[in-house]
């Protein structure tokens, strides 16, 4: 699988990106070599074709920031998918929280939008902490405004690479209106709940699929039958 299409980013930055998004993805749990034998032959050969992953072990914010940049568009961009990664299991937990902020802090972006996130997803009536805050609870209004700066933010991410267009397609499921597991790469990642619909950002992972299919479509002429 190969695109025509120019990339601005170098196959270096790319393979820190994909470990960067599967850091957040695995925050709360861990993987075997085997398994991760397995994630680097398929996203070498499937998702990122061209480029040679050694390993797709996690990946520490200050190598992801020596690759990146550190306050860069490239690392702006980074940050969005990986929050729209998060969340796209319904569920935003502890760990993933932690891990954002040292991304944040380590590629030199701004904190405000995340704490947004952080408060607007957590249970105002819990006073204890929790592992994960669901995301399937409606949304108060306060709660919707609160969102609004997240929103724009992450609507604004400008998908230029077709090996990280297919990772999204890959990890962002196709429809959710029940209960479901989601499998990357031959493991089970997420458990998506009930009416995920109710995510107060689900807009923003279904434009981020529809964008990211459009692109592969579109500008670099590829058959995304196998993501629909």
């Given at each position: 699988?190969?695109?025509?299409?120019?990339?601005?980013?170098?196959?270096?930055?790319?393979?820190?990106?994909?470990?960067?998004?599967?850091?957040?993805?695995?925050?709360?749990?861990?993987?075997?070599?085997?398994?991760?034998?397995?994630?680097?032959?398929?996203?070498?050969?499937?998702?990122?074709?061209?480029?040679?992953?050694?390993?797709?072990?996690?990946?520490?914010?200050?190598?992801?920031?020596?690759?990146?940049?550190?306050?860069?568009?490239?690392?702006?961009?980074?940050?969005?998918?990986?929050?729209?990664?998060?969340?796209?299991?319904?569920?935003?937990?502890?760990?993933?929280?932690?891990?954002?902020?040292?991304?944040?802090?380590?590629?030199?972006?701004?904190?405000?939008?995340?704490?947004?996130?952080?408060?607007?997803?957590?249970?105002?009536?819990?006073?204890?902490?929790?592992?994960?805050?669901p995301l399937q609870a409606a949304p108060t209004?306060?709660?919707?405004?609160?969102?609004?700066?997240?929103?724009?933010?992450?609507?604004?991410?400008?998908?230029?690479?077709?090996?990280?267009?297919?990772?999204?397609?890959?990890?962002?499921?196709?429809?959710?209106?029940?209960?479901?597991?989601?499998?990357?790469?031959?493991?089970?990642?997420?458990?998506?709940?009930?009416?995920?619909?109710?995510?107060?950002?689900?807009?923003?992972?279904?434009?981020?699929?529809?964008?990211?299919?459009?692109?592969?479509?579109?500008?670099?002429?590829?058959?995304?039958?196998?993501?629909?």
């Open positions: 699988m190969t695109s025509a299409v120019k990339s601005p980013y170098t196959s270096e930055q790319i393979a820190a990106w994909l470990r960067g998004l599967l850091t957040i993805a695995w925050a709360d749990g861990d993987f075997d070599p085997q398994e991760q034998e397995l994630i680097t032959t398929i996203t070498e050969d499937e998702l990122a074709p061209g480029i040679k992953i050694e390993s797709l072990e996690p990946i520490e914010p200050e190598e992801l920031a020596l690759v990146l940049g550190k306050g860069t568009k490239t690392a702006e961009n980074f940050l969005r998918t990986a929050v729209l990664v998060a969340i796209a299991d319904g569920t935003y937990s502890s760990s993933e929280d932690y891990l954002l902020h040292q991304l944040c802090e380590a590629l030199e972006q701004p904190e405000n939008l995340l704490e947004a996130l952080r408060h607007t997803l957590e249970q105002p009536q819990q006073q204890v902490s929790t592992t994960t805050s209004k306060h709660q919707v405004d609160a969102l609004h700066p997240m929103r724009d933010w992450l609507d604004k991410l400008d998908i230029q690479d077709p090996r990280v267009a297919r990772f999204l397609c890959k990890m962002i499921p196709s429809q959710c209106p029940f209960e479901r597991d989601v499998t990357l790469f031959g493991r089970k990642i997420v458990h998506i709940p009930p009416l995920c619909k109710l995510n107060p950002l689900y807009e923003q992972l279904v434009g981020l699929r529809f964008r990211a299919l459009s692109y592969l479509a579109d500008d670099c002429g590829e058959d995304v039958s196998p993501y629909i």
